[in-house]
């Protein structure tokens, strides 16, 4: 991917004759420096205001000059702005002109998702200048990819089926990159009325009217840490059980946020591009809602991971959207949506307020569930690299 950029100054001088000042913008370590460049031809908006000094003659515009020159029109100061050619006409040593012409120095370093990696920039307030940024996809970028799977009784038939697809997962993404981890970790939600039965008997087994064994409600657990291994991810998904709760909504975004923040816990690699991958059947929980549940706590945004249990879930509320996003983006975590049924358009109406997230209808086989992956990577892809750009040129622009 190509992008022209096209960079505009704006700012204000500090009131020193010379002007070595520095601002340092951005990531890609732009300096922007203000200097003078000289136009013809263009209205004289030097004189239109008087100047009186250096700094409020070059920031009248790109075209103005300060002749600096001793005995240059001592009777009146602001006369010492102008346009440069009308300065050295008036008898102005080209010399004594406070002006600079338009400086750019691209450093082509190694930086292989975005180049140039490092350009200076010589500008002056109104200035203009323009550069191309290339954006591309790296080759074996490691990968990580964790997948938080709702356990709750109605995806039963879902949690057998996907200790399958790790290999098949796996298979897909080989062409992405060759450094590739799983990790896995359930939840279902709130374990407090009136989202679970909380009669004795429920607590320990949700399951017990349909005479079979299953997990307590819990908001987060976090069962495999993000491995190469294949074979592991499948054991763990396979001595996964199903629990139950009351309600139609799951705890969704409360457990989505614990992964994004418990980066040692999950074992994100800092070197990754780090996916997280939801699987559900059902709406998510918001901000508020725990309030049912006589928990009025806001959420903290933090980790509370306790022998990889959430310890937090029935103190703290289930976590803003806002506060979600601001964890997503400050862990670097991209989420993709793998939804069955209808609740797809429920996540989807998200995405506006989720830069980044992706939402795919998950068939009920599972079937497609690799290609969504594979899909939703390209698309993060794109988009990400797409925010990277459009950060490049708010941090220069």
Known sequence: ??????????????????????????????????????????????????????????????????????????????????????LIQKGCDPDYIESFEVKKIVEEEKNLQLTPGKVTLQLRPGGETSLTVDVHQLKNYPLDLYHLVDTSASMVTNLERLHSMGYSVSQKMAKYSSDFKFGFGSFVDKPVSPFINIHPDKLINPCSIFETSCHPAHGFMHVLSLTDNVTEFRDAVEKQTISGNEDTPEGGLDALLQVAVCESQIGWRKEAKRLLLLITDQLSHLA??????GIVLPNDGNCHLKDNMYTHSTVMEHPSLGLLVDKLLENSIHVIFAIQGSSINWYKDLLPLMPGAVARQLNSELSNLSELVASAYQVQCYTWYCFICVCYIKHIG
């Open 1 to 86: 991917m190509e992008l022209r950029v096209f960079i505009n100054v704006a700012g204000s001088f500090p009131k020193a004759r010379r002007f070595p000042t520095k601002a340092v913008l951005s990531v890609v370590h732009i300096l922007a420096i203000a200097v003078t460049a000289s136009r013809t031809g263009v209205k004289n908006k030097c004189t239109a205001e008087k100047a009186y000094r250096c700094s409020e003659c070059l920031i009248l515009g790109p075209e103005c000059g300060w002749c600096f020159q001793k005995g240059f029109s001592d009777e009146s100061l602001h006369k010492r702005c102008d346009l440069i050619t009308n």
């Open 288 to 293: 508020l809602d725990s309030r049912l549940g």
